[in-house]
């Protein structure tokens, strides 16, 4: 019995010890987000055209960063200066005709009320985004919120 079950084992060891080296040696197949464009070439497939200006946009559930409904090309965010509180600021806002910025985004992390945007809030395309005719990567059933629905 004993001899029976040790000869098992080892036939199952070395049956899948060079099916194990294989699997460890074959090479990866790496695939870039360029595909197989060379780093000094653009990739043409992949530029994708910026939207038109147009009205803000419905957001889908209340805590959502509203989306860019406009060009940001060229609007830089420095150390210095933030091209979109030119607009943005609540000095700017009525001038400019734009939204001004959430009153949220005026709270430190530790919830005390600043004067001016708070450095958490400064970078502010790392929320908000501008809209491309991009095709989704992925397929997406997010429903809009029930209270965000039209009536
Ligand atoms: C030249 C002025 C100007 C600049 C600069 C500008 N915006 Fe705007 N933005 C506007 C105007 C005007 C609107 C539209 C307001 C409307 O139609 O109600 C708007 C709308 C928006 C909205 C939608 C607000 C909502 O309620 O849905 C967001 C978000 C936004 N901008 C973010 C930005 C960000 C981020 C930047 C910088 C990268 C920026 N904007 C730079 C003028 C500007
Ligand atoms: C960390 C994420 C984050 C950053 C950074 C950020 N925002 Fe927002 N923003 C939000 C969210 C979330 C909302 C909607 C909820 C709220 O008002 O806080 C919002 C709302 C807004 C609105 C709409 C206000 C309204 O009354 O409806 C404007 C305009 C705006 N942001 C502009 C900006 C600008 C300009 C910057 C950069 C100076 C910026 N945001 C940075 C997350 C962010």
Redesign the pocket.
Known sequence: MKTTLTLLLACLFLGSAPLRAAEEFRPIKLQSLRGDTPVDKTNEAEMFKQEKDR???P?DFVQQ??????S?RG?N?TANFN??M???AWSKARQ????KVSLTHFKDRDGKELANISPRRYF??QC?VPQTDAKPLVGNTFEKAETLKPQ
Request: charged share 10%; hydrophobic share 30%; net charge positive.
């Open positions: 009205a803000p946009l957001r960063p509203p989306l860019i409904p406009h940001i609007y965010i091209k979109c030119d607009c943005h400019a005709n734009a939204t502010c395309t908000h």
